[in-house]
């Protein structure tokens, strides 16, 4: 993987990965979107080990969309890991998710989540909040060196 901008999204749920695949695009967001399907996954995509021990470790995504509710490690438990390391602790992290809980809200920002945003049931709202988050993160935003 080379050193372009790309999305890394952890989501389990299949209707959430494809809808935010075409909001992105409808956005006209072009850069790579990598989705892994748990927080295990994310881990060991992040970490470089397991299936991903032969990738480039310094290739980092620009941003991190981490669902809270996810098979294997949950998403307060991947953020807690991503803050915890030196290489990723200050990747931005985007909490997605359908939790109105107020406990999750607290416990993202508790471990440095840098937003947290509640998935919009509405399909227009959900398009909306994709593409003005990848404009963010991707063009706008000023990362730190690395």
């Known amino acids: 993987m080379n050193k372009e901008k790309y999305i890394l999204q952890v989501e389990d749920n299949e209707d959430d990965i494809v809808l935010t695949q075409r909001a ?8 790579e979107l990598i989705t892994v399907r748990d927080g295990a996954e ?13 990738r480039a470790k310094d290739a980092l995504p620009t941003v991190v969309l981490l669902d809270l509710k996810l098979p294997k490690v949950d998403g307060i438990e991947v953020l807690r890991r991503i803050r915890a390391n030196e290489k990723t602790k ?4 985007v909490i997605l ?22 998935k919009p049931v509405d399909f227009e709202q959900f398009n909306e909040a994709i593409g003005k988050l990848g404009l963010y993160w991707l063009l706008i935003n000023e990362p730190p060196p690395v």
Do not use: C, M, Q, W
């Open 90 to 93: 200050l990747l931005p992290v």
């Open 97 to 118: 998710t359908s939790s109105k809980e107020e406990v999750d809200l607290l416990k993202s920002y508790a471990n440095g989540a840098n937003s947290y945003i509640r």
């Open 24 to 31: 992105l695009k409808k956005a006209n967001i072009g850069n």
């Open 42 to 54: 994310a881990l060991e995509f992040l970490f470089g080990a397991g299936a991903d021990a032969g």
